[in-house]
Every structure is written in C-alpha cells, then in structure tokens.
C-alpha cells in the first residue's frame, strides 16, 4: 500500500438559515473513518479577514489533513464532494462554496504567505485559483466560486505561531431552530474550574452566558481553549439538557488576533483590513447617536477617527475617558470613507501608552473676602461680586486634576469580540511554535 498525505479544504457552506461549514467537517472526518485514513492533525478552523464586505457570518474555512492508502484516492475525494454538495446551500444567494483537495506532505511558503494574507486583508478569486494551478491543487466551487478563497487559505494556515482549540457540540436535527437547553450554572461553573485554560464561555459584565450561538444552525455549544485536553475536560462539566448528536475538537487560529496587522503610518492603512496603530489622539471623544464614541488620531502622516461602539462596553467608556494628547495604540477594523465619514477604525482594543496632564483654569479668591472673582474680559483682571474690590495684576488659577483611566491594554466586552480576537485571559499564555506532541485518542465522538 502506497500512502500519500491530502489536505481538504472546505469554506462557506453555510448560509443564513442554517448548516454550517464545521458540521460538515464533523460528519466528514467519520464518513472518511471508512476508508481508514490516519488524520495527522485536528481538523483546522480558520477564521479569516473579519472586514471582508461579502464574509457569511462567521468567515471561518476548515481544512483537514490525512495520509490514506493512495488507491483509495477516487473514493475518498467523491465521498468528499458529494457530502459538500448535500450539506452546501448552494441555492442560497450570498452562499458560495468552495472544496479544495492538495496532496502533499509539506505546505509550501508560498501557500502559508497566502493565507495570512486571507486573514488580513482581501484576496481575490483571480489570485487563488492563479496559485491552485502552480501547486497542482483541484478546487470545486459553486455561485461565484468565493468558497475556494477560503478552502485554500485553510490549507495554507498551518497554525505554527499561536494557536488554540475549540470542541464544538452539535444537536439533533429535530431541536435544530429551537431554543438550546443546557444548565447555565453549569457553564459558570465548568469557567471557574477551567480558567485561565479555557476563555469566553461567559460575559462577565452582563453576567451571560456565550458558548451557545444564536439562530438555526446545527451547533449545541463551542468550548474555546489551550489544549484539546482541557476543552474536553470542560465539556464534561458541562450539563446539556438535550441530546449531542456529535462533538469534535478544532485546532484554530481564534482568539490569536491573527486578523490584526502592525501598521507603521497612518497614511498606509487600507479599507477591509484590521490593524494596530499608534497616534496622538487629536480631536476629543464626543459621542454620537445611539451612544457610540468617536474620537480621531494622527501621526505625522495622517489623521483617522476611531470608533468605539455601544456593544463594547467598557471600551466605550474608556474611550469616553481620551483627551487630545493622549498616546494611543488602537486595534480595529478599517472602514473606508463616505461622503459623511473619513477612514474610521471600529475599535476592538486601545492600549492607553501615555495621558496628557489635564489642566482644570479657574478664576482666583478674592484675597479680601474669599468669594471667587468674576473676570472683567481677556486680560481685563478680576472684580469681586460682594466686596466690589478689583485687581488688575491677578492670574487665572491652573491646577493638574488627576485622570481617571490608566495606561494598559483594554478589550471589547466579550459578547462584541470577534472569533479573532485575542481576549485579555489568553495574554500570557500565546504559543510560539507547533510542539510536536501527538493528537488526544478522543478528539471527537465516534471514535
Ligand atoms: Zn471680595
């Protein structure tokens, strides 16, 4: 038996009434059990560039890797596709599958550098379907094709910088649209134990619960974490009050802020992307309609207004805090001009790195009585209101009042984090390098 290495990729399945490209996976990995493959890797989740305008909800693509007995090759890709086509939506607008299948046992640079582009800024069909030829690759699309962007990018992201694994739990069809029912106190309590390992199972400031999506799709709950051991650790405590039809567990570049990209200037950042960036701040917080505030930066190069909206919690109210002179590094997505807007930033952090003295002015005391002067006009000196004394040669009073926000790092509330978004419990514990340690026996149920 000759055994070869193959990389399936899958992107964009689902559409907004339902399915879900990572369920199709899980049914995949056991339909694929038949033909007696040895998976090499956790199937992959791959968030990709959140601020893409045509992105499905989440934008997530999912790869999986294999070595099989190479005669089996026909069958296993057939299996692949004809699975894909039943689970895709393809007669959905706005839905446009994708499945791409690479036989290699190395990912070359070139597809690595692609997708870090995917998860940054934009990619266009014309680019990937350029580079599926140069390797060799085969792609399938449906509608406009877009799926296959992403079915490759999935490919390409080995995830050998930081990474992290989600187990996700799937429901039997017929609770599918209907409301999840699981023990919430459960949830908390499978937090408290498994913390700082595993991360947004809760809001803490609205005191809710967020593994369990919303909306019709096929998933129960999704446990975020450091290490596959310590997602399925937490899915045991967790009590579901319906049945799990299947769970699996995916290696994934969420909550890595992968999708952010360090920018030198302001002057050189584009629409669609995400990035990190340093300015003074130039025009004070004033908030907007419903609640939001927006506040501008500059550097030498530029100036870009920065937007932190209702949902985001105590970022808004952070933001609220700025003064002109502030030093700030914001994180964000950028939005292109309008007619009634510049290049705005929406903000998902602002690291604070310098405040200004605010510096409160008020007329001085009436040395004879004590009462507080009333100014006579710009250099007019002062007059008091109850003795009637006036003095030409007094001055204004200037005191520093203290500031009420600190320098650090402050994050969206966690129910505004993207899937990308790197949140405050995993700092400190980032990966730098894919360890070879082997896969967990029981990554997924069935097995
Ligand atoms: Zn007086």
Known sequence: MRKQTMHIGLDDTDSKKGGCTTYLTAVLVEELRKFNVEFIDYPGLIRLNPNVPWKTRGNGALCLR???????????????????????????????????FYRNSKIPDELKAYSKKTETSIVTLKEAMSLIKRLGAEALGFNSCRGIIGALAAIGETLEDDYTYELIAYRTPENWGKKRRIDEESIFEMDKQTTPYTFNNVDTEKGRVIITPRGPDPIFFGIRGESAQIVNKA????????????????????????????????????????????????LAPRIVPLRHVIFSIKDDSSQVDCAAYEPTGDLRKIARELQVGDTVEVYGAVHKATATKPLTINLEK?????????????????????????????????????????????????????????????????????????????YGQEKNSLKHMPMIDKWHSFT
């Open 66 to 100: 294999f070595n099989y007995d190479t005669g089996l090759e026909d069958d296993i890709k057939e299996t692949a596709t004809t699975l894909w086509e039943e689970h895709s939506s393809v007669k959905e607008k706005g839905t446009d599958p994708g499945i791409v």
């Open 235 to 282: 899915f045991s405590l967790v009590k579901p009050l319906e049945p799990v039809e299947r769970w699996m567990v995916f290696r994934s570049n969420q909550g890595t802020d992968a999708h952010l990209k360090r920018m030198e200037t302001l002057n050189a950042i584009e629409p669609y992307s995400s990035v990190i960036i340093k300015g003074t701040v130039s």
């Open 350 to 426: 602002i690291k604070i790195l310098s405040l200004s003295e605010k510096i409160m002015t008020e007329n001085p005391m009436c040395p004879n009585c004590s009462k507080r002067l009333k100014s006579m006009g710009k250099n007019q000196g002062f007059r008091c209101e109850k003795c009637g004394s006036k003095y030409a040669d007094l001055k204004k009073n200037q005191t520093v009042v203290p500031r009420t926000i600190k320098p650090g790092l402050y994050i969206t509330s966690t129910r505004s984090q993207r899937h990308l978004t790197k949140p405050q419990r995993r």
